[in-house]
């Protein structure tokens, strides 16, 4: 689960109500990512800005059906599920599929969203950019350590309370 900043400002769009989320998931043959994409629009403060990136490793008689979207707000993969790339193939291909949003966010097809989700992981995401000057910021699980692991160009924070996970519960 990572979620980051597309782009090389700190930030494209001033605004939460203007800043648009590409979540980018590959699943395979999981009857729960119908639910888990209607949670995120559901629990979002503004769902018109989320954009999914779907790898749908499906049989056509169990594609999801995906009529609860607004047509902007889907860019789908279809992959027949026994001619599958691999999921760091697939990820990737999803990645190719980002336009003009301003934030990635890549998670498995079972997950969960806390209501605001998507401006609190933004506002979030801007307070560690104004901490890392012009750097990228990268969020991802683990141990927080954005003071040991640093390069001119990128800084990584990883986390693991439980406390600080759930500011995106994702």
């Given at each position: 689960?990572?979620?980051?900043?597309?782009?090389?400002?700190?930030?494209?769009?001033?605004?939460?109500?203007?800043?648009?989320?590409?979540?980018?998931?590959?699943?395979?043959?999981?009857?729960?990512?119908?639910?888990?994409?209607?949670?995120?629009?559901?629990?979002?403060?503004?769902?018109?800005?989320?954009?999914?990136?779907?790898?749908?490793?499906?049989?056509?008689?169990?594609?999801?059906?995906?009529?609860?979207?607004?047509?902007?707000?889907?860019?789908?993969?279809?992959?027949?599920?026994?001619?599958?790339?691999?999921?760091?193939?697939?990820?990737?291909?999803?990645?190719?599929?980002?336009?003009?949003?301003?934030?990635?966010?890549?998670?498995?097809?079972?997950?969960?969203?806390?209501?605001?989700?998507?401006?609190?992981?933004?506002?979030?995401?801007?307070?560690?950019?104004?901490?890392?000057?012009?750097?990228?910021?990268?969020?991802?699980?683990?141990?927080?350590v954005m003071d040991?692991?640093?390069?001119?160009?990128?800084?990584?924070?990883?986390?693991?309370?439980?406390?600080?996970?759930?500011?995106?519960?994702?």
């Amino acid at each position: 689960i990572s979620l980051g900043l597309v782009g090389s400002e700190m930030c494209i769009r001033d605004s939460y109500y203007m800043s648009k989320i590409f979540i980018s998931i590959a699943s395979l043959r999981d009857p729960t990512l119908e639910a888990t994409m209607r949670i995120a629009l559901k629990n979002a403060d503004y769902p018109e800005n989320i954009v999914f990136g779907v790898g749908a490793q499906y049989y056509d008689d169990e594609m999801p059906d995906f009529k609860f979207l607004n047509k902007n707000q889907l860019r789908l993969l279809k992959i027949n599920p026994d001619t599958r790339p691999g999921v760091v193939r697939l990820r990737y291909e999803i990645s190719k599929l980002i336009q003009d949003e301003d934030y990635f966010l890549s998670i498995d097809s079972h997950m969960l969203f806390k209501q605001h989700w998507d401006t609190k992981a933004i506002g979030w995401i801007k307070e560690l950019q104004e901490k890392a000057g012009k750097k990228k910021v990268c969020v991802t699980n683990g141990r927080i350590v954005m003071d040991q692991i640093q390069s001119s160009e990128q800084v990584i924070v990883q986390l693991c309370t439980p406390k600080n996970l759930s500011l995106i519960h994702i």
